[in-house]
Protein backbone atom coordinates (compact mmCIF):
# COMPACT_ATOMS: atom_id res chain seq x y z
CA UNK A 1 0.00 0.00 0.00
CA UNK A 2 1.39 3.56 -0.44
CA UNK A 3 2.23 5.48 2.52
CA UNK A 4 -0.82 7.32 3.76
CA UNK A 5 -0.70 11.17 4.62
CA UNK A 6 -0.50 13.12 7.36
CA UNK A 7 -4.04 14.05 7.52
CA UNK A 8 -4.82 17.09 9.63
CA UNK A 9 -8.08 18.44 7.33
CA UNK A 10 -10.61 20.17 9.49
CA UNK A 11 -13.76 18.26 7.56
CA UNK A 12 -14.12 15.59 5.55
CA UNK A 13 -10.94 14.39 7.81
CA UNK A 14 -9.26 11.14 8.51
CA UNK A 15 -10.59 8.10 9.05
CA UNK A 16 -9.10 5.11 10.74
CA UNK A 17 -6.98 2.94 8.41
CA UNK A 18 -8.53 -0.33 9.65
CA UNK A 19 -11.88 1.25 8.80
CA UNK A 20 -11.17 1.98 5.39
CA UNK A 21 -9.61 -1.40 5.07
CA UNK A 22 -12.52 -3.25 6.36
CA UNK A 23 -15.27 -1.13 4.02
CA UNK A 24 -12.62 -1.89 1.16
CA UNK A 25 -12.95 -5.92 2.35
CA UNK A 26 -16.94 -5.82 2.13
CA UNK A 27 -17.57 -3.54 -0.60
CA UNK A 28 -18.09 -5.54 -3.32
CA UNK A 29 -19.41 -8.10 -1.58
CA UNK A 30 -21.23 -7.56 1.87
CA UNK A 31 -21.42 -10.60 3.90
CA UNK A 32 -21.39 -12.97 1.20
CA UNK A 33 -24.68 -11.39 -0.34
CA UNK A 34 -23.14 -10.78 -3.40
CA UNK A 35 -23.77 -6.90 -3.57
CA UNK A 36 -22.79 -4.08 -1.87
CA UNK A 37 -24.42 -2.30 1.77
CA UNK A 38 -24.94 0.66 -1.38
CA UNK A 39 -27.30 -1.85 -3.52
CA UNK A 40 -30.07 -3.08 -1.21
CA UNK A 41 -32.87 -1.78 0.14
CA UNK A 42 -32.98 -0.02 3.76
CA UNK A 43 -35.95 -2.24 4.66
CA UNK A 44 -33.38 -5.53 3.95
CA UNK A 45 -32.47 -7.58 7.14
CA UNK A 46 -28.60 -6.36 6.24
CA UNK A 47 -29.24 -2.80 6.57
CA UNK A 48 -31.54 -3.05 9.40
CA UNK A 49 -28.47 -4.49 11.67
CA UNK A 50 -26.24 -2.08 10.16
CA UNK A 51 -28.58 0.71 11.11
CA UNK A 52 -29.65 -1.01 14.45
CA UNK A 53 -26.07 -1.78 15.66
CA UNK A 54 -24.70 2.14 14.67
CA UNK A 55 -27.58 3.20 17.29
CA UNK A 56 -26.88 0.53 20.06
CA UNK A 57 -22.90 1.44 19.93
CA UNK A 58 -23.86 5.64 20.07
CA UNK A 59 -26.22 4.34 22.64
CA UNK A 60 -23.27 1.95 24.55
CA UNK A 61 -20.12 4.34 24.52
CA UNK A 62 -22.17 7.78 25.38
CA UNK A 63 -23.99 6.24 27.76
CA UNK A 64 -27.22 7.43 26.62
CA UNK A 65 -29.87 7.05 29.06
CA UNK A 66 -33.20 6.22 28.71
CA UNK A 67 -35.56 8.30 27.02
CA UNK A 68 -33.34 9.52 24.07
CA UNK A 69 -33.31 8.62 20.19
CA UNK A 70 -30.30 8.29 17.92
CA UNK A 71 -31.52 9.54 14.70
CA UNK A 72 -29.95 9.14 11.26
CA UNK A 73 -30.61 12.33 9.41
CA UNK A 74 -29.27 14.49 5.99
CA UNK A 75 -28.58 17.78 5.31
CA UNK A 76 -25.54 18.53 7.58
CA UNK A 77 -25.19 20.35 10.71
CA UNK A 78 -26.12 23.33 8.67
CA UNK A 79 -29.89 21.46 8.48
CA UNK A 80 -29.96 21.40 12.10
CA UNK A 81 -29.15 25.15 12.12
CA UNK A 82 -32.48 25.61 11.18
CA UNK A 83 -34.60 22.33 12.14
CA UNK A 84 -33.85 22.76 16.28
CA UNK A 85 -35.41 26.49 16.01
CA UNK A 86 -38.08 25.31 13.60
CA UNK A 87 -38.91 22.57 16.60
CA UNK A 88 -37.98 23.72 19.22
CA UNK A 89 -38.65 27.62 18.94
CA UNK A 90 -42.30 28.27 19.42
CA UNK A 91 -45.51 29.61 22.07
CA UNK A 92 -43.85 32.85 21.40
CA UNK A 93 -40.20 31.60 23.15
CA UNK A 94 -36.87 32.97 23.64
CA UNK A 95 -33.98 30.93 21.59
CA UNK A 96 -30.84 31.94 23.92
CA UNK A 97 -27.86 31.00 22.04
CA UNK A 98 -23.98 31.10 23.46
CA UNK A 99 -21.91 33.26 20.77
CA UNK A 100 -18.70 31.74 20.39
CA UNK A 101 -17.38 32.55 16.33
CA UNK A 102 -18.22 31.43 12.92
CA UNK A 103 -20.43 28.50 13.64
CA UNK A 104 -22.67 29.79 16.36
CA UNK A 105 -22.97 32.71 14.16
CA UNK A 106 -24.58 30.50 11.43
CA UNK A 107 -26.73 28.99 13.88
CA UNK A 108 -27.82 32.46 15.57
CA UNK A 109 -28.91 33.63 11.98
CA UNK A 110 -30.92 30.99 11.33
CA UNK A 111 -32.37 30.83 14.43
CA UNK A 112 -33.29 34.61 13.75
CA UNK A 113 -35.45 33.59 10.89
CA UNK A 114 -37.85 31.70 13.32
CA UNK A 115 -38.62 33.66 16.40
CA UNK A 116 -36.32 35.62 18.96
CA UNK A 117 -33.19 35.14 19.63
CA UNK A 118 -31.02 36.24 23.00
CA UNK A 119 -27.33 35.91 22.64
CA UNK A 120 -26.96 34.63 26.56
CA UNK A 121 -23.07 34.84 26.46
CA UNK A 122 -20.57 36.00 23.44
CA UNK A 123 -16.51 35.90 23.14
CA UNK A 124 -16.51 38.45 20.31
CA UNK A 125 -14.63 41.05 22.34
CA UNK A 126 -11.86 38.70 22.91
CA UNK A 127 -12.65 37.88 18.62
CA UNK A 128 -13.71 34.10 20.11
CA UNK A 129 -10.54 33.20 21.03
CA UNK A 130 -12.47 31.36 24.61
CA UNK A 131 -15.32 30.05 25.90
CA UNK A 132 -17.50 33.00 28.13
CA UNK A 133 -18.01 31.82 31.50
CA UNK A 134 -21.50 30.63 31.81
CA UNK A 135 -21.56 29.66 35.81
CA UNK A 136 -23.85 32.74 36.41
CA UNK A 137 -26.30 32.41 33.31
CA UNK A 138 -29.55 33.89 33.70
CA UNK A 139 -32.06 32.01 31.44
CA UNK A 140 -35.67 33.67 31.63
CA UNK A 141 -38.89 31.43 32.34
CA UNK A 142 -39.63 32.17 28.63
CA UNK A 143 -36.70 30.02 27.43
CA UNK A 144 -36.97 27.75 24.67
CA UNK A 145 -33.75 26.21 24.76
CA UNK A 146 -29.76 27.28 25.47
CA UNK A 147 -27.38 26.31 21.82
CA UNK A 148 -23.88 25.96 22.44
CA UNK A 149 -21.24 25.12 19.88
CA UNK A 150 -19.36 22.30 21.96
CA UNK A 151 -16.09 23.10 19.61
CA UNK A 152 -15.66 26.00 17.36
CA UNK A 153 -13.81 24.31 14.53
CA UNK A 154 -12.47 27.46 12.71
CA UNK A 155 -11.56 29.43 15.89
CA UNK A 156 -10.20 25.99 17.58
CA UNK A 157 -12.15 26.48 21.25
CA UNK A 158 -13.85 24.15 23.25
CA UNK A 159 -16.09 23.96 26.03
CA UNK A 160 -14.18 22.33 28.54
CA UNK A 161 -17.55 22.01 31.21
CA UNK A 162 -21.31 22.48 29.84
CA UNK A 163 -23.47 25.21 31.65
CA UNK A 164 -25.99 24.21 34.07
CA UNK A 165 -29.39 24.80 32.55
CA UNK A 166 -32.12 23.78 34.95
CA UNK A 167 -34.80 22.76 32.97
CA UNK A 168 -34.04 24.94 29.88
CA UNK A 169 -32.95 22.09 27.59
CA UNK A 170 -29.16 22.16 26.45
CA UNK A 171 -28.83 22.09 22.66
CA UNK A 172 -25.68 21.86 21.25
CA UNK A 173 -23.87 21.39 17.78
CA UNK A 174 -20.91 18.80 18.58
CA UNK A 175 -20.52 18.49 15.35
CA UNK A 176 -16.63 18.80 15.22
CA UNK A 177 -16.17 16.85 18.89
CA UNK A 178 -18.76 14.28 19.34
CA UNK A 179 -16.92 11.18 20.52
CA UNK A 180 -13.63 12.96 21.91
CA UNK A 181 -14.73 12.40 25.08
CA UNK A 182 -16.99 10.96 27.84
CA UNK A 183 -20.64 13.59 28.20
CA UNK A 184 -22.74 13.59 30.51
CA UNK A 185 -26.00 13.08 27.86
CA UNK A 186 -28.65 13.37 30.73
CA UNK A 187 -27.23 17.40 30.74
CA UNK A 188 -28.57 17.86 27.23
CA UNK A 189 -32.04 18.39 25.14
CA UNK A 190 -30.39 17.60 22.14
CA UNK A 191 -26.78 16.85 20.21
CA UNK A 192 -25.98 17.00 16.69
CA UNK A 193 -23.15 16.59 14.72
CA UNK A 194 -22.54 16.30 10.93
CA UNK A 195 -20.36 12.94 10.62
CA UNK A 196 -17.48 14.05 8.73
CA UNK A 197 -14.83 14.90 11.31
CA UNK A 198 -15.10 12.29 14.60
CA UNK A 199 -17.54 10.08 13.03
CA UNK A 200 -17.50 8.97 9.67
CA UNK A 201 -17.71 10.32 6.00
CA UNK A 202 -20.17 13.46 5.36
CA UNK A 203 -23.59 12.47 4.42
CA UNK A 204 -25.29 11.84 7.76
CA UNK A 205 -26.01 13.77 10.61
CA UNK A 206 -26.40 12.31 13.84
CA UNK A 207 -28.87 13.89 16.20
CA UNK A 208 -29.40 12.67 19.69
CA UNK A 209 -32.40 13.52 21.18
CA UNK A 210 -34.44 13.66 24.27
CA UNK A 211 -37.91 12.28 23.05
CA UNK A 212 -40.22 14.57 24.44
CA UNK A 213 -38.83 17.69 22.61
CA UNK A 214 -39.88 15.90 19.34
CA UNK A 215 -43.43 16.65 20.69
CA UNK A 216 -43.08 20.43 20.47
CA UNK A 217 -42.82 21.42 16.78
CA UNK A 218 -45.66 23.50 15.32
CA UNK A 219 -48.33 21.40 13.11
CA UNK A 220 -47.30 23.36 10.06
CA UNK A 221 -43.59 22.17 9.80
CA UNK A 222 -42.96 19.82 6.64
CA UNK A 223 -42.93 16.40 7.29
CA UNK A 224 -39.20 15.88 6.80
CA UNK A 225 -38.04 18.64 9.09
CA UNK A 226 -40.41 17.55 12.00
CA UNK A 227 -38.17 15.17 14.61
CA UNK A 228 -41.31 13.23 15.56
CA UNK A 229 -41.12 12.09 11.80
CA UNK A 230 -37.33 10.53 12.24
CA UNK A 231 -37.95 9.41 16.29
CA UNK A 232 -41.47 7.37 14.63
CA UNK A 233 -39.90 6.39 11.70
CA UNK A 234 -36.40 5.30 13.96
CA UNK A 235 -34.97 7.50 10.82
CA UNK A 236 -36.01 5.35 8.10
CA UNK A 237 -39.15 7.34 7.12
CA UNK A 238 -37.77 7.73 4.13
CA UNK A 239 -33.85 6.39 2.71
CA UNK A 240 -31.21 6.93 4.84
CA UNK A 241 -27.36 7.46 3.36
CA UNK A 242 -27.10 3.86 3.83
CA UNK A 243 -23.20 3.65 3.17
CA UNK A 244 -22.54 7.00 5.13
CA UNK A 245 -24.77 5.23 8.41
CA UNK A 246 -22.50 1.97 7.81
CA UNK A 247 -18.93 3.63 7.82
CA UNK A 248 -20.50 5.56 11.18
CA UNK A 249 -20.91 1.94 12.56
CA UNK A 250 -17.73 0.89 11.50
CA UNK A 251 -16.24 4.30 13.42
CA UNK A 252 -18.55 3.57 16.42
CA UNK A 253 -16.62 -0.39 16.67
CA UNK A 254 -13.03 0.89 16.16
CA UNK A 255 -13.85 3.43 19.28
CA UNK A 256 -14.88 0.88 21.24
CA UNK A 257 -12.45 -1.50 20.51
CA UNK A 258 -9.33 0.61 21.68
CA UNK A 259 -11.00 1.41 24.77
CA UNK A 260 -13.97 3.71 24.29
CA UNK A 261 -14.55 7.50 24.89
CA UNK A 262 -12.45 7.75 28.07
CA UNK A 263 -9.53 6.16 25.68
CA UNK A 264 -9.99 9.09 23.17
CA UNK A 265 -10.03 11.42 25.63
CA UNK A 266 -6.33 11.05 26.98
CA UNK A 267 -5.32 9.85 23.18
CA UNK A 268 -6.61 13.31 21.97
CA UNK A 269 -4.94 14.70 25.23
CA UNK A 270 -1.48 13.35 24.62
CA UNK A 271 -1.88 14.09 20.95
CA UNK A 272 -2.72 17.76 20.90
CA UNK A 273 -0.14 18.33 23.83
CA UNK A 274 2.64 17.19 21.62
CA UNK A 275 2.43 20.46 19.18
CA UNK A 276 0.95 22.49 21.68
CA UNK A 277 3.84 21.96 23.66
CA UNK A 278 5.74 23.05 20.23
CA UNK A 279 4.02 26.14 20.13
CA UNK A 280 4.71 27.14 23.84
CA UNK A 281 8.36 26.43 23.42
CA UNK A 282 8.65 27.99 20.45
CA UNK A 283 9.15 31.39 22.48
CA UNK A 284 6.42 33.36 20.09
CA UNK A 285 7.75 32.14 16.68
CA UNK A 286 4.21 29.90 16.80
CA UNK A 287 1.27 31.82 18.18
CA UNK A 288 -1.63 29.87 19.47
CA UNK A 289 -4.57 31.83 18.65
CA UNK A 290 -7.32 30.33 21.09
CA UNK A 291 -6.87 31.16 24.97
CA UNK A 292 -4.80 28.14 27.02
CA UNK A 293 -7.89 27.72 29.11
CA UNK A 294 -10.21 27.06 26.01
CA UNK A 295 -8.01 25.34 23.63
CA UNK A 296 -9.69 22.55 21.81
CA UNK A 297 -8.37 18.93 21.54
CA UNK A 298 -9.57 18.92 18.21
CA UNK A 299 -8.52 21.82 16.12
CA UNK A 300 -5.37 23.79 16.98
CA UNK A 301 -5.29 27.09 15.66
CA UNK A 302 -1.96 28.96 15.44
CA UNK A 303 -0.11 31.96 13.43
CA UNK A 304 3.55 32.76 12.92
CA UNK A 305 5.48 36.08 12.00
CA UNK A 306 4.06 37.05 8.89
CA UNK A 307 1.95 35.07 6.17
CA UNK A 308 5.01 34.99 4.27
CA UNK A 309 5.87 32.67 6.78
CA UNK A 310 3.18 30.70 7.30
CA UNK A 311 3.01 29.94 3.26
CA UNK A 312 6.64 28.49 3.53
CA UNK A 313 5.39 26.58 6.63
CA UNK A 314 2.66 25.19 4.44
CA UNK A 315 4.48 24.20 1.36
CA UNK A 316 7.46 22.65 3.49
CA UNK A 317 4.96 20.47 5.34
CA UNK A 318 3.49 19.74 2.52
CA UNK A 319 6.64 18.48 0.91
CA UNK A 320 6.67 16.17 3.72
CA UNK A 321 3.44 14.79 3.71
CA UNK A 322 1.28 16.89 5.99
CA UNK A 323 -2.02 17.95 4.66
CA UNK A 324 -4.76 20.20 5.73
CA UNK A 325 -2.45 22.76 7.60
CA UNK A 326 -3.56 26.00 6.28
CA UNK A 327 -6.43 27.62 8.45
CA UNK A 328 -10.35 28.35 7.55
CA UNK A 329 -10.26 30.48 4.75
CA UNK A 330 -12.31 33.15 6.83
CA UNK A 331 -9.34 33.52 9.30
CA UNK A 332 -6.50 32.53 7.92
CA UNK A 333 -2.83 31.42 9.64
CA UNK A 334 -2.57 27.71 10.74
CA UNK A 335 -4.83 24.73 12.01
CA UNK A 336 -4.02 21.07 12.49
CA UNK A 337 -7.27 18.71 12.95
CA UNK A 338 -6.78 16.55 15.22
CA UNK A 339 -9.56 14.20 15.41
CA UNK A 340 -9.73 10.98 17.03
CA UNK A 341 -8.56 8.56 14.14
CA UNK A 342 -5.12 11.31 13.69
CA UNK A 343 -2.81 9.23 14.75
CA UNK A 344 -0.82 9.63 17.87
CA UNK A 345 2.55 9.09 15.17
CA UNK A 346 1.50 11.93 13.03
CA UNK A 347 0.96 14.51 15.69
CA UNK A 348 4.44 13.50 16.97
CA UNK A 349 5.86 14.13 13.31
CA UNK A 350 4.11 17.03 13.08
CA UNK A 351 5.66 18.91 16.19
CA UNK A 352 9.02 18.03 15.30
CA UNK A 353 8.25 19.48 11.73
CA UNK A 354 7.72 22.44 13.86
CA UNK A 355 10.24 22.33 15.58
CA UNK A 356 12.80 21.55 12.76
CA UNK A 357 11.43 24.73 10.73
CA UNK A 358 11.91 27.18 13.59
CA UNK A 359 15.36 25.60 14.01
CA UNK A 360 15.73 26.15 10.20
CA UNK A 361 14.30 29.34 9.71
CA UNK A 362 15.81 30.88 13.02
N1 LIG B 1 -21.00 23.16 12.97
C1 LIG B 1 -19.67 23.00 13.13
C2 LIG B 1 -19.07 23.17 14.49
C3 LIG B 1 -18.89 22.65 12.02
O1 LIG B 1 -17.56 22.48 12.16
C4 LIG B 1 -19.50 22.47 10.76
C5 LIG B 1 -18.74 22.04 9.53
N2 LIG B 1 -17.43 22.36 9.46
C6 LIG B 1 -20.87 22.68 10.65
C7 LIG B 1 -21.59 23.01 11.78
C8 LIG B 1 -21.59 22.56 9.33
O2 LIG B 1 -21.66 21.23 9.04
P1 LIG B 1 -22.24 20.66 7.67
O3 LIG B 1 -21.21 20.97 6.63
O4 LIG B 1 -22.38 19.21 7.97
O5 LIG B 1 -23.53 21.34 7.41
Known amino acids: MSKRAYNFNAGPAALPLEVLQQ ?11 GMSIMEISHRSKEYDAVHAEAQELFKELLNIPDGYKVLFLQGGASTQFAMVPMNLLSGGKVAHYVHTGSWANKA ?5 LFGEVAIAASSKDSEFTHVP ?13 LHITSNETIGGIQYKQYPATGSVPLVADMSSDILCRPIDVSQFGLIYAGAQKNLGPSGVTVVILREDLAKEAPESLPTMMRYAT ?16 YMVGLVLKWIKSNGGLAAMEQSNEAKTKLIYDAIDASGGFYRGVAAQSSRSTM ?10 MEKRFLQEAAAQGFVGLKGHRSVGGLRASTYNAVPFEACRALAEFMVDFQKRSG
Open 23 to 33: AQAELVDYKGI
Open 108 to 112: IKEAK
Open 133 to 145: DLSNLSLGSDAAY
Open 230 to 245: HVEGDSLYNTPPVFSV
Open 299 to 308: NITFRMADEE
